[in-house]
T-cell receptor
Framework: GNSVTQMEGPVTLSEEAFLTINCTYT??????LFWYVQYPGEGLQLLLK?????DKGSNKGFEATYRKETTSFHLEKGSVQVSDSAVYFC???????????FGTGTSLTVIP | NAGVTQTPKFQVLKTGQSMTLQCAQD?????MYWYRQDPGMGLRLIYY???????DKGEVPNGYNVSRLNKREFSLRLESAAPSQTSVYFC????????????FGPGTRLTVL
């Protein structure tokens, strides 16, 4: 079946620190992979996506590379800001897209 | 554009009461979804509608019913609420199925006593 496993939180970093949030997946076929971000009191927003192996998704300084050999899609940012404090969700969907499968979310707090 | 809107934002029910959560989107999307978000469990799909007039069960459909009223609106009904249905409910929409971005509403926080 399909599933997503992401690192447990919460994660607390100082401003300008390097961020990695690990995400691995199990899927049949060739899924598309996503990172969503949820700011306090809001719904989820798409951060970035990759639809095939070796694709790199990027947005707002965040990056993630679709690694088929390690079934991973780790989220990285070189220098975090206080405004990046949020919950980050890794997700996958099959090419038919009937269902999205979300990880449990990783809470990030960035302190000045 | 308002995007995806949900009502109400908050609701408290007693066990056995019924209620309907409303969702509407103004992006002319074909597909709509209902999720629940629980601590430590991420988002789980309850029901989805691939197009107007069709609905299908997701991962956790028991205790819920849905109606795709028209292309814009997709409602979720709890006929007899239980404490296990205490959760945050999100509605989402996308242009079509497939690896397309889903747009989420702000959520409804439901507590069942």
């Amino acid at each position: 079946g399909n599933s997503v496993t992401q690192m447990e939180g919460p994660v607390t970093l100082s401003e300008e620190a390097f961020l990695t949030i690990n995400c691995t997946y199990t899927a049949t076929g060739y899924p598309s992979l996503f990172w969503y971000v949820q700011y306090p009191g809001e719904g989820l927003q798409l951060l970035l996506k990759a639809t095939k192996a070796d694709d790199k998704g990027s947005n707002k300084g965040f990056e993630a590379t679709y690694r088929k050999e390690t079934t991973s899609f780790h989220l990285e940012k070189g220098s975090v800001q206080v405004s990046d404090s949020a919950v980050y969700f890794c997700a996958l969907t099959s090419n038919t897209g009937n269902q999205f499968y979300f990880g449990t979310g990783t809470s990030l707090t960035v302190i000045p | 554009n308002a995007g995806v809107t949900q009502t109400p934002k908050f609701q408290v029910l007693k066990t056995g009461q019924s209620m309907t959560l409303q969702c509407a989107q103004d992006m002319n999307h074909n597909s709509m979804y209902w999720y629940r978000q629980d601590p430590g469990m991420g988002l789980r799909l309850i029901y989805y509608s691939a197009s107007e007039g069709t609905t299908d069960k997701g991962e956790v459909p028991n205790g819920y019913n849905v109606s795709r009223l028209n292309k814009r609106e997709f409602s979720l009904r709890l006929e007899s609420a239980a404490p296990s249905q205490t959760s945050v409910y999100f509605c989402a929409s996308s242009h079509d199925q497939g690896p397309n971005e889903q747009f989420f509403g702000p959520g409804t926080r439901l507590t069942v006593l």
